[in-house]
């Protein structure tokens, strides 16, 4: 350490002639918490009146230690154990929902470290009244993000919510439910907005397709099996329309081939053999019809 004059002094001494570790000789810092939370007390246990003064004096405290260090993270984790009841009480905001309350509580958790990092004390406003707004847009968020069943843009979502908020307020008034037309006229969309609105509001929730009647109801059955399926066969109803004036003008031999090979699953060797035609023969017979039918099932050039 320099002196007045400009002089170093070497580093005491300890005993065994080894000089002092100026570093162990520093001062312990002083405890970052209250008085009120180094007796050991769990901050979760702390009565409401006793924690919002404390959550000033923990905050005005935050703001003066650099972040980064373990007295700053050490006193932002007291205050989030602290105003966790400030989250729990935001839950119930959101109790219509069916949100598992612990998803819930982590996403206001979220918000609550989020407006415990961006608080001022120096605003003169208190915590809770600024953090409540924070801890309630994250626990929305978290419902926006995660519990649709199918991805909505968010343009869909919010309209989704304005339609809802209307139809409640317009059902009072005009005492029966609103039409989308004035549903339109009320929130100053078009009608294709809320036509889509309307729309995308069924992506929100999915129902399963095992879902159904109780075992031994006699009522209709689980929804997947009442669903209809694609029939395949239904488009070769029309080439089985346009086939049939055509086979009835074919001759009478070629008509039998076609019935002998394509109904009866013969041979042209076994087609031959009944009819007393060569193999080559009945192959050339039926490419030849076969082109005839073709040829009438193509449209014609306009």
């Known amino acids: 350490m320099p002196t007045p004059t400009g002089e170093l002094l070497a580093p005491a001494a300890v005993p065994g002639g080894r000089p002092a570790d100026p570093v162990a000789a520093e001062p312990r810092p002083a405890d970052p918490l ?44 007291t205050l989030v154990e602290m105003n966790l009841s400030l989250v729990r009480y935001a839950i119930r905001h959101f109790t219509a929902h069916r949100e598992p309350r612990e998803d819930l509580l982590q996403a206001g958790a979220v918000g609550l470290i989020k407006a415990i990092d961006r608080f001022d004390p120096d ?40 339609l809802a908020r209307a139809q409640d307020r317009l059902s009072q008034d005009l005492d029966r439910a609103p039409t989308v037309a004035e549903l339109a006229e009320d929130l100053a969309v078009s009608v294709d907005e809320v036509v889509e609105g309307l729309t995308a509001a069924n992506g929100h929730t999915a129902g399963s397709l095992d879902l159904g009647g109780a075992e031994g109801d006699d009522g209709p059955g689980p929804l997947g099996d009442r669903l209809g399926q694609e029939d395949r066969d239904l488009a070769r109803v029309e080439d089985l329309v346009a086939l049939k004036p055509l086979v009835a003008a074919l001759p009478e031999r070629d008509r039998l081939i076609l019935s002998l090979r394509f109904c009866e699953d013969l041979t042209q060797s076994q087609i031959g053999e009944r009819l007393g035609l060569s193999q080559m023969h009945v192959s050339r017979l039926l490419s030849r019809t076969l082109r005839r039918l073709r040829e009438g099932l193509e449209p014609e050039d306009t």
Do not use: N
């Not at 901050?43 to 000033?56: C, Q, V």
């Not at 069943?149 to 979502?157: D, G, N, S």
């Open 123 to 162: 605003l003169g406003v208190e915590f809770t009244t600024f953090a409540m707004p924070t801890v309630l847009g994250e626990m929305r968020r978290h419902f926006r993000d995660t519990t649709w069943a199918v991805h909505v843009p968010r343009r869909l979502q919010e309209l989704r919510i304005a």
């Open 34 to 77: 209250p008085a009120e939370l180094t007796g050991g007390a769990d901050p979760k246990d702390i009565a409401p009146a006793e924690a919002r003064e404390l959550t000033r004096v923990l905050l005005r405290r935050l703001a003066a230690l650099e972040e980064g260090t373990r007295e700053y993270s050490y006193v932002r984790t």
